[in-house]
């Protein structure tokens, strides 16, 4: 979610634009994807002020000049590790009892 | 499909042609045959080259290290005599963290030396961090192309990382939502831009790829005196195959037995909006590494230096569930946090060096870096928040895009044999419905299909009377 609702020129920004329309995309899709549009983000730096969801054009890293809709302001990451899933929780311990049982056997 | 996209599909060869720097059809010999190793040697390089190349990125020259707690563990349960000594190549050690680096320096020193302003890939992997920290070093712009969410704009943490690795980088991301389309939309860019296509498939590509299975040898032969007796390889597009078994041999291991590896996602379309975060494998997958196997000409080149089929001598898939256990495995035993993706071999390995005798060794190639997002706990939690039951028993029961099954133990996992005989055929039937209607084959297509397939030409003529009969 954008912080800021808004652009002036010179932000780092994200917009979208829809690059196919469902009735321009490839033959032979599956249904589920025939029905969507093709849509694509770009980020890059804002040309001029905009609100979120108002037309901006962006110059990206390569300098191309991309139009869309302003989507985010400073767009950032937010993914993570993540809780230990309880099937992976025990498998150190499991395993590493076994290798040293194992070489206790082998006498090492 | 709409007009603007046919419109630029027809001009593919064309802006094929200029964003690589030459034309493939100097290699075509007949509607079905082309001289392969023609195109391998047309950039010109040696293999020293490559490795100076490379050595001037920063790339390659990665660690080979013995896993000896995890072959104690497979020992542990082997039958007495077995278990093969495991080693992995830690191609997490590349600048970007996979091997991918090492396709991505050898395309980015020939789009340099070309005089290209910039560099187009692509691709949702860990190629597209590797060619755009490989452009930031050479001074090249860069667009990453990445097929990255469904059409909710919900994208996987894998390669949301990725994402952001290649941004890290200084590259322009350009995310789109599901679809074979993501070709179009390169070439548009490619035409737009005038930049290299660093496509995965290219000879440099794969060129920069041989130097693996060179030092995989050369390592080997430090550590044990002999090269390995086996290198099990992850699978997707076919490249790290090729690139591996080509550089084996350049090496002179001729004895070392190449196994291809995949994760089974069986029954996923690659192109379904909703199955698309129904997988928790984003490569290394069988919807790559069948259809490349099979048919590798369905690359964004004319003809894809990377033909798998011609260089494995046995593919074996393995569950998702198996390849999460072995990466926890790894971080636990062994003090090597890495993959996910790239731990397929290393699943595989396990089951592989199980049935194998103590004095074998088996390589993994490859790992990858892992970090957050690219983690088996955060493909895990994503899995289950899109619906995929997670749970703990017996990785045989793995249903893909409905249930992810956590071994219990190692004995568990298991590397099931793909009908290599199967694939040959399929890939026969795909050469000859490219060819022109009624075209009949030579037998210098013969000749070539029985290569490119690792078989004899009778087992082709066989395969062909089949299908015509």
New interface residues.
């Given amino acids: 979610m954008a912080e800021r609702d808004g652009c002036v020129p010179g932000d780092w920004v994200e917009a979208e634009r829809v690059v196919l329309e469902p009735a321009d995309r490839a033959a032979g899709l599956p249904e589920d994807t025939a029905r969507q549009p093709l849509k694509m983000w770009v980020k890059g730096f804002a040309c001029q002020s905009a609100r979120i969801g108002e037309e901006v054009e962006v110059e990206t890293m390569t300098g191309r000049l991309v139009r869309g809709t302003l989507t985010d302001v400073l767009p950032g990451y937010t993914h993570t590790f993540g809780r230990p899933p309880a099937e992976l929780a025990s498998v150190g311990r499991n395993l590493r009892v076994r290798v040293a049982a194992y070489r206790e056997r082998e006498g090492r | 499909?709409?007009?603007?996209?046919q419109e630029v599909l027809a001009r593919r060869g064309e802006i094929m042609r200029r964003a690589l720097g030459f034309d493939y059809a100097a290699f075509e010999r007949t509607p079905i045959a082309f001289d392969y190793e023609g195109l391998m040697a047309s950039h010109g390089l040696s293999l020293d080259d490559v490795r100076a190349i490379q050595r001037a990125a920063g790339v390659g020259g990665t660690p080979l290290i013995e896993l000896r707690?995890l072959t104690?563990?497979v020992?542990?349960y082997a039958e007495p005599g077995y278990g093969a000594r495991i080693f992995v190549k830690d191609e997490a050690a590349n600048l970007a963290g996979s091997f991918k680096d090492r396709r991505a320096s050898v395309s980015i020193h020939v789009a340099r030396e070309r005089g290209y302003e910039?560099v187009i890939a692509a691709t949702s992997g860990n190629y597209g961090a590797a060619v755009a920290s490989q452009a930031a070093r050479a001074g090249l712009?860069?667009?990453i192309v990445q097929e990255?969410?469904d059409?909710r704009?919900v994208g996987q943490?894998e390669i949301?990382?990725k994402s952001?690795l290649c941004?890290a980088f200084?590259?322009?991301?350009?995310?789109?939502?599901?679809?074979?389309?993501l070709f179009v939309?390169m070439l548009e860019l490619l035409e737009?831009?005038g930049y290299f296509a660093a496509s995965l498939y290219s000879p440099f590509g794969v060129a920069g790829i041989e130097t693996l299975g060179y030092e995989i040898a050369e390592q080997m032969r430090g550590l044990t005196g002999a090269p390995p007796t086996h290198v099990v390889v992850t699978h997707a597009g076919g490249g790290n195959t090729t690139g591996t078994a080509r550089g084996l041999r350049k090496a002179g291991a001729h004895e070392t037995q190449v196994i291809s590896a995949s994760v089974d996602l069986t029954g996923l379309?690659m192109?379904?909006?909703?199955?698309f975060n129904r997988k928790s494998f984003t490569t290394g997958h069988t919807g790559f590494g069948v259809p490349f196997a099979t048919w590798p000409d369905r690359a964004d080149v004319p003809r894809n230096a990377a033909r798998a089929l011609r260089y494995m001598d046995r593919y074996v898939t393995v569950s998702q569930g198996e390849v999460?256990?072995a990466t926890?495995?790894l971080?636990?035993?062994e003090g090597l946090e890495r993959g996910p993706s790239g731990n397929t071999a290393l699943a595989a390995a396990l089951a592989i060096a199980r049935d194998l005798p103590r004095d074998a060794t088996v390589v993994v190639q490859e790992t990858e870096y892992t970090g957050?997002?690219k983690?088996?706990?955060?493909q895990?939690?994503?899995a289950r928040e899109n619906g995929i039951e997670?749970?703990?028993g017996d990785p045989a029961d793995n249903v893909p895009g409905k249930s992810i099954v956590?071994p219990e133990r190692?004995e568990q996992i298991r590397a099931r044999d793909v009908d290599l005989d199967r694939l040959r055929r399929s890939y026969v039937r795909n050469a000859l419905e490219h060819a022109p209607a009624g075209y009949e084959p030579t037998a210098e297509d013969v000749a070539f299909l029985a290569e490119d397939a690792h078989t004899t030409p009778e087992a082709v003529e066989r395969i062909v009377a089949e299908l015509r009969g």
């Avoid at chain 2, 200084?170 to 389309?181: D, H, I, K, N």
């Avoid at chain 2, 192109?271 to 199955?275: G, L, R």
Wanted: proline share 5%; glycine share 10%; aromatic share 8%.
């Fill in positions: 499909m709409g007009g603007r996209s707690n104690d563990l020992r542990s910039g712009k860069c667009i990255a969410f059409s704009h943490p949301i990382e952001r941004e200084g590259a322009e991301v350009v995310q789109l939502t599901v679809g074979p389309e939309v737009e831009t379309h192109a379904s909006d909703t199955d999460f256990y926890e495995a971080a636990k035993l957050a997002g983690h088996h706990w955060s895990l939690a994503f997670v749970r703990a956590i190692p």
